[in-house]
T-cell receptor, first 113, second 116 residues
Framework: SQQGEEDPQALSIQEGENATMNCSYK?????LQWYRQNSGRGLVHLIL?????REKHSGRLRVTLDTSKKSSSLLITASRAADTASYFC?????????????FGTGTQLKVEL | DTEVTQTPKHLVMGMTNKKSLKCEQH?????MYWYKQKAKKPPELMFV???????INESVPSRFSPECPNSSLLNLHLHALQPEDSALYLC???????????????FGQGTRLTVV
């Protein structure tokens, strides 16, 4: 089952612009993570924010988390053509002795020259 | 070594075949996962192993049978699959399962499975 809904489903911007993606989820979480996927291959971890954190930065990435609204956003600043990919949020929850990492619906980002 | 290695990269199998997907990691991670991903959809969790024990089974049909022989290896045995099972199968691993210190997962490149 999918934990998160992301919007927009697709986003097309010009190189140099900022891209913002939003994620909403339904249950309590241990942390929330963002991943990137190129061309339907493996996912690459971008950034993790814990449930007691509100904002985190890593390079051109900024992620926010609002646990009261069960939502998160990912901002990519000064986008590049190489940022073209699908982006997924994933919620991490501890259940039954293991961690359940559940992905949102994803945002397809296209950065044009 | 921060890699998760999946073999084979591509697999075509008939509905009466038995095949296995393999996944290996040497990062000392004690959680390993199988995901199924259809085109233009998010990965769907299938199974989670924590400390070599099956901790989560997302009501996956019995024609998919996971196995974790040791802390570095994860297999997915396939039998009597249907064409709708064609998908990208992703393996992942992560450290510190079952704790609040749990961090990110590392994914393999996947096995693209076609059932004919």
């Amino acid at each position: 089952s999918q934990q998160g809904e992301e919007d927009p489903q697709a986003l097309s911007i010009q190189e140099g612009e900022n891209a913002t993606m939003n994620c909403s989820y339904k249950t309590s979480i241990n942390n929330l993570q963002w991943y990137r996927q190129n061309s339907g291959r493996g996912l690459v971890h971008l950034i993790l924010i814990r449930s007691n954190e509100r904002e985190k930065h890593s390079g051109r990435l900024r992620v926010t988390l609002d646990t009261s609204k069960k939502s998160s956003s990912l901002l990519i600043t000064a986008s590049r053509a190489a940022d073209t990919a699908s982006y997924f949020c994933a919620t991490d929850a501890i259940t039954g002795g293991g961690n359940k990492l559940t992905f949102g619906t994803g945002t397809q980002l296209k950065v044009e020259l | 070594d921060t890699e998760v290695t999946q073999t084979p990269k591509h697999l075509v199998m008939g509905m009466t075949n038995k095949k296995s997907l393999k996944c290996e990691q040497h990062m000392g991670h004690r959680a390993m996962y199988w995901y199924k991903q259809k085109a233009k959809k998010p990965p769907e969790l299938m199974f989670v192993y924590s400390y070599e024990k099956l901790s989560i089974n997302e009501s996956v049909p019995s024609r998919f049978s996971p196995e974790c022989p040791n802390s570095s290896l994860l297999n997915l045995h396939l039998h009597a699959l249907q064409p709708e099972d064609s998908a990208l199968y992703l393996c992942a691993s992560s450290p510190y399962p079952g704790t609040a210190d749990h961090t990110e997962a590392f994914f393999g490149q996947g096995t693209r499975l076609t059932v004919v």
